[in-house]
């Protein structure tokens, strides 16, 4: 009987040294559907994506698209069978314009046959952004955007190729909620119209409900099995990718000490973070929700040193500082897990090693030589507290998966010893089980003293996680609640500024 399915996948294997990442994958994506694919990290799905975009070939096993075998050995070779793929972290070019990132690479339209016709392009360009709502300039520099726009113009470079399957790798992860909405809106809509093929990647398994046909569940590079949305629940999926069943978590209150470590006063930053003032308590997890561009992440880029505040003052038990720098801000105990992972967080030359102990060089060091044992003995112990799935210490970062890479950041951080730690969207691209242990960290690390700053766009993150919530709305604070009067609702409210 003639298969429906535009991709099928025949006892697939790949391996890296050390680390079978598929082993013996056979499933199929029918024709038109939006089918899911989830899995811990380290499950083998960034594996299967690079399979499928000829970044990657299997040891064993085939692939067909449309029924017939392909040897995917390239990526133009993935193009010109209409696969695209919009990576999780894929570095545009931060120096050109919207429409000539989503031309790159493609053959422009041409007047007189020797200049690009830029009214064309442009004009193309804007109906891609107007296909998603945005109000934004076909001719303004991709630096000058959001990482939520940066995003979005990705997956507008993926539209523009027409293509029969679109592969999209936690398309979300940077998006607000009204982004997001307006994202599946023009996914249904071409599936719909174009009868497009969808592989949807994501950890936030409830998007997975709302918006796709069919799962197909990994763990550790193995198939568990695929099923269509309807005929499961969430507390089962779970189950399939761990192995074992995750408990909701539920906050629970804690005596928070009255010492007040750190103080910010009117705080102001190019009119994206206007009089911002709070308190952060000794011991305290203090959550900042809102919506993309409220004005968060740039709170705390001015905290830490990495811009220039306007005005306002920062006082660290009771002292007033100045921080200028980065460097500044941890020789006074502050240290920041960045949202930007790519761009900001990892090393790509580095090995997992080096990208741990980068930052306290001066304590692992005798004189002038570094000391070997304690370099290993700092990086077993993150690397087993996080549980970052690694062959050895010198690996390079850039192998790791994006959750991986993401532990081995935050790993960096605690390394410093802060006394204030800033984490903005901790588990962005974590899975749901890593998350749960990375909650535990965090709640460990604050039943210690350490007192934490959690930025999160996850409001069931927040709410589980936060001792306290403040709320963030064009760069005001527009609410402040504590753990027992948080709900989504009264986030949303505060975020929307209509409470």
């Not at 113009?153 to 909620?177: C, N, R, W, Y």
Request: some cysteine; charged content about 30%.
């Amino acid at each position: 009987m003639e298969s429906n399915n535009f991709i099928e996948f025949f006892n697939i294997e790949k391996e890296f040294p050390g680390v079978k990442a598929l082993d013996n994958i056979s499933f199929g994506i029918e024709k038109g559907e939006i089918h899911a694919l989830v899995g811990e990290n380290g499950a083998g799905k960034t594996t299967l994506i690079n399979l499928c975009s000829g970044v990657l070939l299997p040891e064993k096993g085939e692939i067909h698209v449309k029924g017939e075998k392909v040897i995917l050995d390239n990526p133009l070779k993935s193009e010109r069978l209409k696969i695209a793929t919009v990576y999780q972290e894929v570095p545009l070019c931060l120096n050109m314009t919207i429409s000539q990132n989503i031309f790159l690479g493609t053959k422009p339209k041409m007047k007189f046959g020797v200049v690009i016709d830029w009214n064309y392009l442009n004009g193309e360009a804007q109906k891609l952004i107007d296909m998603f709502e945005l109000d934004l300039n076909p001719g303004a520099k991709v630096g000058d955007l959001t990482i939520a726009e940066q995003s979005l113009v990705q997956i507008m470079k993926a539209f523009h190729l027409e293509p029969e399957m679109l592969i999209l790798d936690e398309p979300t992860s940077a998006l607000s909620g009204n982004q997001k909405d307006l994202l599946f809106k023009v996914i249904r809509k071409v599936r719909s119209e174009r009868e497009m093929t969808i592989m949807y990647v994501s950890h936030r398994l409830d998007e997975i409900f709302e918006l796709c046909d069919s799962v197909t569940v990994l763990r550790d590079g193995l198939y568990v099995d695929t099923v269509k949305t309807k005929d499961i629940v969430m507390d089962d999926m779970v189950k399939m990718m761990v192995g074992r069943n995750v408990e909701r978590r539920v906050h629970a209150e804690r005596a928070i000490s009255d010492k007040v470590v750190l103080e910010v006063e009117r705080v102001n930053l190019d009119r994206k973070v206007k009089d911002v003032s709070f308190k952060l308590r000794e011991g305290e997890i203090l959550g900042f929700a809102g919506f993309q561009g409220a004005g968060r992440t740039e709170t705390m880029r001015a905290i830490f040193g990495l811009d220039k505040k306007d005005s306002g003052t920062v006082i660290i038990n009771g002292e007033k500082v100045v921080v200028r720098s980065p460097e500044d801000a941890i020789k006074k105990g502050i240290i920041m897990c960045p949202e930007n992972r790519r761009e900001e967080g990892i090393v790509p030359q580095l090995s997992v090693k080096k990208s741990i102990i980068m930052s306290i060089l001066e304590e692992i060091s005798t004189g002038m030589v570094l000391n070997s044992p304690k370099i290993i003995e700092t990086c077993r112990k993150y690397v087993e507290l996080l549980d970052i799935r690694i062959t050895d210490f010198d690996q390079n970062i850039e192998t790791l998966s994006g959750g991986n890479q993401q532990k081995t950041i935050f790993s960096r951080s605690l390394a410093t010893g802060p006394r204030i730690l800033i984490c903005d969207e901790p588990t962005r691209g974590i899975d749901v089980g890593a998350k749960s242990e990375i909650y535990d960290l965090l709640l460990e690390l604050a039943n210690s003293g350490m007192s934490i700053i959690v930025v999160s766009s996850e409001l069931p993150e927040i709410i589980s996680i936060s001792d306290r919530v403040i709320v963030m709305h064009e760069g005001k604070i527009t609410g402040e609640l504590d753990a027992k009067d948080v709900s989504e609702e009264r986030i949303m409210m505060y975020a929307a500024s209509i409470a």
